[in-house]
């Protein structure tokens, strides 16, 4: 149990953050050099530099060629060739690996576990440069949410994992009193076992925040785990496997505990999620294959966090320039390129009271249209927050929204200092009306955002409610400075299971999420239909095996 000594401070610390619900963290989000090293970013750079256009440092069983699959919407060339392995040589490589590590035990998987998390902290620059040139964030979304913000996820689902595996006792004895008779006294032993082989399947945008929960919370909970990556961002999830599997070797396990499926093939990835040793499935994604998962998939636990219409709705304000550019923001970071990005604003087509006096509903558009310009105006600043649009068919998607409405804002396409062949684009408002909801009440991934102009601010309501019970959604902003009116989005977040975010106006915005704070989707309505993190994310994925045998009562005094 050397390893779990020796992390147990960071598990103590974990475990309470999850009781206190406070801000924590180990891993400091800044990319300080004093945090990460004077050359820390320097060398994290020159080492993902190294990698490319060679042979990703991998040998796994199965492999029947090397292929290369990433297309940075940078438009550096990756040509990262990885191993392309036999998807059954690999469910049969995890087979081999379970029992050795079901043996190990929730105490010794923990140790690794956690010793497999602090070597990827100290490379946090070599994986955020992996995940910007993959995905398109920015730099310091990259480091952020590639790095310390993915590492507080898979921590806290290990610390969850040993929450609900400490609470099963590792044996007991069972004595039942029978009158005059000598009681029944029996040895009972109860063992965590896993429900087998996991398969993570991760999404072109967040290839370590998303892929890090499922991936430890199976590892910690005692199951060989198959990590697929998109074809479009493999090489943050290569680095990670490649840890997890250095460390494994160096205990003495079989690193094919942990394996990468590149499977450019659709085929495979159906493959593997439709084997019959494949026991929980982690899923980042289009509805249409999460559904297809939990459809096809019957022998698996399905996790899936797929699409929804997240939906921010706007009362009355008494900060509103403030509220402009929170919302400006949440709409320019990352291209809107995130699960949790506002889509639909409901604006009553009366307008709004503000601190500012009355704002019409088309002033409301105007004034956000010039907070959008104004974050964009210095194009350094903009880069940085907006990244790069990852793909074809997002860039495809703007267009096609632009002509769908009144046009509020259009896209500008922007230059970027560094990597002038990028396609940067500032977001696209289009004004709908209320009965548009053909339009609106679908999800439009990328920096699209609609003015849906409603009947009254009670209708603001009736429109979310109907369009998150439908769709579902990852988050539902409100402002408002009437508390009836808030209470009553209190009660539609409750109804439609979508958390709630109130009059942000300062540096915390709808789309972001804080480990050991915020519940990511509630796994209650049909965006999500699990939770990051909580006991009902980890605690499925073992089962307790017993034994008991009699033992002779005690002897009459």
């Known amino acids: 149990m050397h390893l779990f000594d020796t992390h147990r401070a960071l598990l103590d610390g974990a475990l309470d953050a999850l009781t206190t619900r406070g801000h924590w963290t180990p891993f400091p989000e800044s990319p300080s050099p004093k945090v990460y090293g004077e050359t820390g970013q320097a060398d994290g750079q020159a080492a ?44 049969a490589a995890a087979e081999a690996a379970e029992p050795a590590w079901q043996a190990l035990g929730p105490q010794g998987r923990t140790g690794v576990l956690l010793e497999a998390l602090m070597r990827i902290h100290r490379r946090s620059h070599e994986i955020a440069h992996a995940v910007m040139l993959t995905t398109g964030q920015g730099p310091m979304m990259a480091f952020q949410a590639g790095g310390p913000h993915a590492q507080d996820r898979a921590l806290e689902a290990i610390a969850y994992a040993w929450k609900a595996m400490a609470d099963v006792p590792a044996q007991a004895i069972w004595n039942k009193p029978q009158g005059k008779n000598p009681p029944l006294v029996m040895q009972k032993h109860y063992e965590i076992v896993g429900r087998g082989v996991a398969l993570v399947i991760g999404c072109a945008t967040f290839p370590t925040w998303n892929t890090y929960p499922g991936l430890f919370a199976a590892l910690a909970t005692g199951n060989p785990v198959i990590v697929k990556p998109h074809p479009n961002a493999v090489l943050p999830a290569a680095i990670s496997v490649s840890i997890l599997r250095d ?18 093939r659709a085929e495979d990835t159906q493959a593997l999620a439709t084997h019959p040793a494949v026991a929980s499935i982690d899923f980042t994604g289009s509805t249409q294959f999460g559904q297809w998962l939990i459809g096809n998939a019957r022998q698996a636990r399905v996790y899936a966090e797929m699409a929804g219409v997240n939906t921010v709705i706007i009362e009355s304000t008494d900060q509103y320039g403030a509220m402009l550019r929170n919302i400006a923001f949440t709409l320019s970071l990352y291209s809107g390129q995130m699960c949790t990005t506002t889509q639909n604003i409901l604006i009553p087509r009366g307008g709004i009271a503000t601190d500012e006096g009355h704002k019409s509903f088309e002033q409301v558009g105007a004034d956000l249209a010039a907070a959008v310009t104004e974050l964009a105006s ?8 907006l990244g790069a649009v990852g793909s074809p068919d997002t860039l495809a998607r703007m267009q096609q929204a632009s002509g769908k409405g009144r046009l509020v804002l259009a896209s500008r396409a922007l230059p970027h200092p560094e990597f002038p062949t990028a396609q940067i684009h500032t977001p696209v408002i ?74 942000l106006t300062q540096g915390v915005f709808v789309n972001q999420s804080a480990a050991f704070s915020d519940y990511h989707a509630t796994g209650g309505n049909p965006a999500a239909n699990a939770s990051y993190t909580s006991l009902a994310f980890v605690a499925d994925r073992f089962v307790v095996v017993q034994r008991r045998e009699h033992v002779a009562a005690p002897a009459a005094a």
């Open 430 to 503: 289009v004004a709908l009306e209320q009965t548009d909801g053909a339009i609106y009440g679908n999800e439009c991934f990328g920096p699209v955002s609609y003015l849906v102009a409603t009947d009254s601010g009670a209708a603001s309501l009736d429109v979310a409610r109907s369009t998150l019970l439908a769709h579902g959604a990852l988050t539902l902003g409100v402002y408002s400075t009437d508390r009836g009116y808030i209470d009553q989005a209190i009660a539609l977040g409750r109804r439609t299971r979508v958390a709630l975010s109130i009059n």
């Open 48 to 91: 993902v530099s190294a990698l490319l256009g060679k042979d990703y440092p991998l040998q796994q069983p199965g492999e029947r060629a090397r292929a290369a699959t990433e297309r940075s919407p940078y438009s550096v060339a990756v040509d990262v060739r990885y191993p392309d392995c036999d998807v059954h040589a690999l469910v």
């Open 247 to 264: 460390v494994l070797v160096e205990q003495g396990l079989d690193p094919n505990t942990v394996t990468l499926a590149l499977s450019p």
């Open 378 to 385: 210095n194009p350094r600043v903009a880069t940085s927050v």
